[in-house]
């Protein structure tokens, strides 16, 4: 071996030797001061609640100092651009639900590149329920299907804007021959207003924040877009049972974090998160206030997932040209 090799060999192990015991120190001290948890929604809804039951959660069997850090605007995308932007040390992770993999597929403008952010895992996910307004003369999806047939476009239906229930609609409309007016709604709110007053004869929602209204009488439920009936609406068949050509769709909530954030950070998170969500209490939270079903996926599942996502609802997109509303 030449003197010059044995040289450059000798050299690169000692940085190796400084470099390697820094990162490992770095890792192990984490975390140091306050771990923010990005929510790129308004308070309330369903990420934002989430999300804070898990940061009370967390800190109560850590000890960590968290904050949470609403970054509304954009269907998710502002507060999506903050964390992408954000150092990958480990204090920063954002908390989505499921229309966060549609804002690169709907807007080709993204003030941050899909890649800067690294899924970690699905927390759960909920069916989710189409509405009439108890005055319009369907009383399942399958009878309003049928209605629209003989008026295409007269009869209406709104769910939020740039958002998995839009594409959804989308999809039962190609898929089973029938044409519907679709209104995107900004928020749950103006989307309440408007089916409880009939603005709209149907509404796409959370199954969950649904029921209050469907057992107060003032919303019809009709469908619920899983793969079995849920227990909140037992009597209600799915879609599928009502002989519509559909795919089982569900809401559903995630966490990311900057890309290049050390995978034994993003281990030690994923393992506490997981902790905190089996806790009884918490459990049981997700699932009468969100009728959530925890799945609490590995980092790879969930990769996998939103590949397998974006395939197919990028495809529905693409077929009808929808772009962010």
Same mark, same amino acid.
């Given at each position: 071996?030449?003197?010059?090799?044995?040289?450059?060999?000798?050299?690169?192990?000692?940085?190796?030797?400084?470099? @390697?015991?820094?990162?490992?120190?770095?890792?192990?001290? =984490?975390?140091?001061?306050?771990?923010?948890?990005?929510?790129?929604?308004?308070?309330?809804?369903?990420?934002?609640?989430?999300?804070?039951?898990?940061?009370?959660?967390?800190?109560?069997?850590?000890? =960590?100092?968290?904050?949470?850090?609403?970054?509304?605007?954009?269907?998710?995308?502002?507060?999506? @651009?903050?964390?992408?932007?954000?150092?990958?040390?480990?204090?920063?992770?954002?908390?989505?639900?499921?229309?966060?993999?549609?804002?690169?597929?709907?807007?080709?403008?993204?003030? #941050?590149?899909? $890649?800067?952010?690294?899924?970690?895992?699905?927390?759960?996910?909920?069916?989710?329920?189409?509405? @009439?307004?108890?005055?319009?003369?369907?009383?399942?999806?399958?009878?309003?299907?049928?209605?629209?047939?003989?008026?295409?476009?007269?009869?209406?239906?709104?769910?939020?804007?740039?958002?998995?229930?839009?594409?959804?609609?989308?999809?039962?409309?190609?898929?089973?021959?029938?044409?519907?007016? #679709?209104?995107?709604?900004?928020?749950?709110?103006?989307? #309440?207003?408007?089916?409880?007053?009939?603005?709209?004869?149907?509404?796409?929602? $959370?199954?969950?924040?649904?029921?209050?209204?469907?057992?107060?009488?003032?919303?019809?439920?009709?469908?619920?877009?899983?793969?079995?009936?849920?227990?909140?609406?037992?009597?209600?068949?799915?879609? $599928?049972?009502?002989?519509?050509?559909?795919?089982?769709?569900?809401?559903?909530?995630?966490? #990311?974090?900057?890309?290049?954030?050390?995978?034994?950070?993003?281990?030690?998170?994923?393992?506490?998160?997981? *902790?905190?969500?089996?806790?009884?209490?918490?459990?049981?939270?997700?699932?009468?206030?969100?009728?959530?079903?925890?799945?609490?996926?590995?980092?790879?599942?969930?990769?996998?997932?939103?590949?397998?996502?974006?395939?197919?609802?990028? *495809?529905?997109?693409?077929?009808?040209?929808?772009?962010?509303?």
């Amino acid at each position: 071996m030449s003197v010059m090799r044995r040289r450059a060999m000798l050299a690169g192990s000692v940085v190796a030797s400084l470099s @390697a015991p820094t990162i490992v120190r770095a890792q192990a001290d =984490w975390p140091k001061g306050t771990i923010k948890f990005v929510v790129p929604f308004p308070p309330g809804g369903s990420t934002d609640p989430i999300t804070r039951i898990i940061q009370a959660k967390l800190s109560e069997q850590n000890g =960590w100092n968290i904050v949470v850090e609403n970054k509304p605007g954009g269907s998710g995308v502002v507060g999506a @651009a903050v964390a992408a932007k954000s150092p990958p040390d480990g204090n920063t992770w954002l908390f989505v639900f499921d229309n966060h993999i549609l804002n690169p597929l709907l807007n080709e403008n993204l003030p #941050y590149k899909d $890649s800067e952010l690294m899924p970690i895992m699905q927390l759960g996910r909920s069916a989710q329920g189409i509405a @009439a307004h108890p005055s319009r003369p369907y009383n399942t999806f399958a009878e309003a299907i049928k209605a629209a047939k003989a008026e295409p476009g007269k009869i209406s239906i709104g769910s939020l804007g740039s958002s998995l229930a839009q594409i959804f609609i989308a999809f039962l409309q190609k898929e089973n021959g029938f044409q519907i007016n #679709y209104i995107p709604y900004k928020g749950g709110g103006p989307l #309440y207003q408007d089916a409880l007053a009939g603005v709209t004869d149907m509404s796409v929602t $959370s199954l969950a924040n649904m029921m209050p209204h469907v057992r107060g009488g003032k919303l019809k439920l009709v469908a619920v877009t899983g793969d079995k009936r849920s227990k909140l609406a037992p009597d209600m068949p799915t879609l $599928s049972e009502q002989g519509v050509k559909a795919l089982p769709t569900f809401s559903w909530w995630g966490v #990311y974090a900057p890309a290049g954030t050390p995978q034994p950070i993003v281990d030690k998170m994923h393992a506490a998160i997981s *902790k905190a969500v089996r806790e009884k209490d918490v459990t049981g939270k997700f699932v009468d206030q969100f009728d959530m079903e925890i799945t609490l996926s590995s980092t790879a599942d969930f990769t996998a997932f939103i590949k397998k996502e974006l395939e197919v609802w990028g *495809k529905v997109i693409r077929e009808n040209k929808i772009s962010a509303s």
